[in-house]
């Protein structure tokens, strides 16, 4: 097969599943072997994986091939299982009207009949597919697939991981596992006319040396002679550590007869998951030689500043890339840790490696003990191994440190001051299908600690779609705190529509806390609320500058690079680019001296843009001098230029919290 590497998007979003596939485990299904069509290659990325299964053996396995997605058995011999996965670089592009027409006569008629846990002609599944067209107007079949995946999202929350819950079983409990992730929107489609099936996979982990049963979604797409696999948790493509094991209608348990010893064998053992392309590729992790903890045991009034944590590790063959370890206190006292290892002596196949465990002295400390709640080693070539606390117990070594406890500086809490409006409150999609706005929080506190106050938001939209903003940094601004948000939203996972702030937290330097929780959000404080809509952005009109908020350290003057200006504009500008999250030279910032000489070295350009006409530019600090804004430079979409003086733009600064705003 021939393949292109993956877009930083794919890799994003693996990056994100590994960290969640904790909640993506569930049973066998029945196995149906089926005849797979041949298919053009996949231009995507490919990746190894390794099972070796000593005393199991292995059942019957044969390759697979959708039109996204491609698991190829490429040698079986004597317990080991050599395995080929193929994740396409993008999602194909069906052109099927709805209703779906033109289904071939040879297409298995059970993937759009009812079977015994996809009950596609039950009432109940009637009236919710009706209800989810009502959401389209004049779809394709591809929308209606994305719309009933987006409510499979929205509505169905895991949980139950050992049942086998059937689509009706799903709808009316809620809490499902990918079992019901999976029968679900099947049944739904079946109903609307659109073949349907599910996918029997395991979750090939070589990080942890598991194999975790898992269920996938297929839909077939006439205009496409074929079937297009789906995470229907998601909705989107299915994650490239999927080994898929056969394809089926419905749920069975001869499948689990045949492939569950696999996934229950302690003798296993899973690696790779690196690139496919490198010839005869290492696919050993890297391997723990030792572990200390120094002082083993932490008193801040002995003169305990930190603990020194040292490791040896070896990776003769691709050398040791990265070392992490998360810590905890067992009883959640204390907030979690995570260390970073950099090399001390020897070298990447050979050497010893430290990081440095400390805590906040100015905030009070309950835990009495940190332990290893996770160990992940990868070399450079990808191979990754994980150790919990158990494993290294196992192997004789030491799991973290007890520690005395101490009271805080103070006990003053944060306060909150003022949340800004989003700019923009209505948020078109960038050309990259994107939604981008900003919007910013304001608080202060009376405590002496040093640091500044973290801030996090909650969103909900009416179908159930959770959100959650939190700030980038605590910039401080006299005597408050300002908080920066950012939030992306990625339609099809977050649907159009308002939503709705429901929850507001804030963490003092000194680790106070203050929350307002969701049920009494509305009755504390403001409706606050944006929304995301499918509005192409207009340019047209005369180029102006409606508003201006500076966000600077010292009242007046730019004089740090944390200070930022954000504009609002109207009219002509030049459009969003493709990627407006980078910086845009179409429109500029140059500055003066406080006395008001010119400073013809130092400009900034546009580094991140909100909306269609929002723009967010940095001071390009910091310097010796300060300064302010002498001029706005806006090019238009045909490439004029459009000077604003700041003298003249007086009128359109606005405070940064405005009085009548203030929360009390």
Not at 162 to 180: H, K, L, R
Request: charged share 25%; glycine share 6%.
């Amino acid at each position: 097969m021939s393949f292109k590497k993956a877009d930083i998007l794919n890799l994003l979003a693996l990056y994100v599943f590994l960290s969640l596939t904790g909640n993506l485990c569930a049973q066998d299904t029945q196995v149906e072997m089926e005849d797979m069509l041949e298919k053009a290659d996949i231009d995507g990325l490919s990746k190894i994986f390794v099972i070796v299964s000593p005393l199991s053996g292995f059942p019957e396995m044969q390759s697979y091939q959708s039109l996204n997605y491609a698991t190829e058995i490429r040698k079986i011999e004597d317990g080991r299982v050599e395995i080929i996965n193929t994740l396409a670089n993008q999602m194909p592009n069906p052109k099927d009207a709805f209703p779906l027409r033109n289904i071939p006569n040879s297409l298995d008629k059970r993937y759009l009949s009812p079977s015994p846990k996809i009950e596609s002609k039950d009432p109940r599944i009637q009236s919710l597919a009706e209800e989810i067209l009502t959401r389209l107007d004049d779809p394709n079949t591809k929308d209606v697939v994305y719309e009933v995946l987006r409510w499979n999202r929205g509505h169905l929350f895991w949980g139950n991981p050992n049942e086998v819950p059937s689509a009706i079983e799903s709808f009316e409990n809620q809490t499902v596992n990918c079992i019901g992730f999976t029968h679900l929107p099947a049944a739904i489609l079946r109903h609307l006319g659109i073949p349907a099936r599910t996918v029997r996979t395991f979750i090939a982990r070589p990080d942890q040396n598991r194999l975790i049963p898992h269920y996938l979604l297929e839909v077939y797409f006439p205009s496409l002679e074929g079937w297009i696999t789906y995470e229907p948790q998601g909705p989107g493509m299915p994650f490239i550590e999927n080994i898929v094991l056969y394809t089926h209608h419905d749920w069975d348990v001869e499948g689990q007869k045949i492939f569950r010893p696999l996934s229950r064998d302690m003798n296993i053992t899973v690696s790779g998951g690196v690139d496919a392309s490198i010839p005869n590729p290492d696919l050993s992790p890297p391997e723990l030689i030792s572990l200390d903890f120094s002082p083993s045991h932490f008193d801040r009034d002995q003169g305990h500043e930190q603990v020194l944590v040292t490791l040896n590790a070896r990776d003769l063959e691709s050398g040791v890339d990265e070392i992490r370890i998360d810590m905890q206190a067992p009883d959640f006292s204390g907030p979690g840790k995570s260390l970073f290892f950099h090399l001390k002596d020897g070298d990447e196949f050979e050497g010893t490696f430290t990081a440095q465990l400390g805590w906040n002295m100015q905030t009070a400390n309950h835990a009495r003990e940190y332990r290893v709640s996770r160990m992940r080693m990868s070399d450079n070539l990808g191979n990754v191994r994980e150790y919990q606390a158990k494993h290294l117990e196992e192997k004789g070594f030491p799991t973290g440190v007890t520690l005395e406890t101490w009271t805080a500086l103070d006990d003053a809490p944060p306060e909150p001051v003022y949340i800004s409006p989003f700019f923009p409150e209505r948020v078109p999609a960038a050309p990259n299908g994107l939604h981008y706005t900003f919007f910013y929080t304001v608080s202060k506190t009376s405590s002496n600690a040093e640091g500044g106050i973290s801030t996090t938001t909650d969103f909900v939209h009416n179908e159930g779609v959770q959100v959650r903003a939190s700030s980038t940094g605590s910039f401080r601004s006299g005597q408050y705190f300002i908080g920066f948000h950012y939030p992306q939203y990625v339609p099809p996972h977050h649907p159009y529509g308002k939503y709705q702030m429901n929850s507001y937290y804030l963490r003092g330097p000194n680790d106070r806390q203050f929350n307002i929780l969701p049920r009494n959000f509305n009755q504390e404080l403001m409706n606050y609320s944006f929304e995301l809509v499918k509005d192409v952005p207009m340019y047209s009109g005369p180029v102006e500058i409606e508003s201006i908020i500076i966000f600077s350290q010292k009242d007046g003057q730019l004089s740090s690079n944390q200070d930022m200006v954000l504009i609002q504009t109207s009219g002509a500008i030049s459009p969003l680019n493709e990627k407006p999250q980078e910086t845009d030279q179409s429109f500029r910032m140059f500055f003066e001296t406080m006395d008001g000489k010119k400073v013809n070295n130092r400009r900034s350009v546009c580094s991140r843009r909100f909306g269609s006409h929002h723009l967010l530019f940095r001071s390009n600090g910091p310097r010796d001098t300060p300064v302010r804004i002498e001029r706005i430079e806006l090019d238009d979409k045909e490439g004029n230029t459009h000077v604003f003086y700041m003298k003249d733009l007086q009128n359109k600064i606005l405070k940064t919290i405005p009085e009548y705003m203030v929360l009390d």
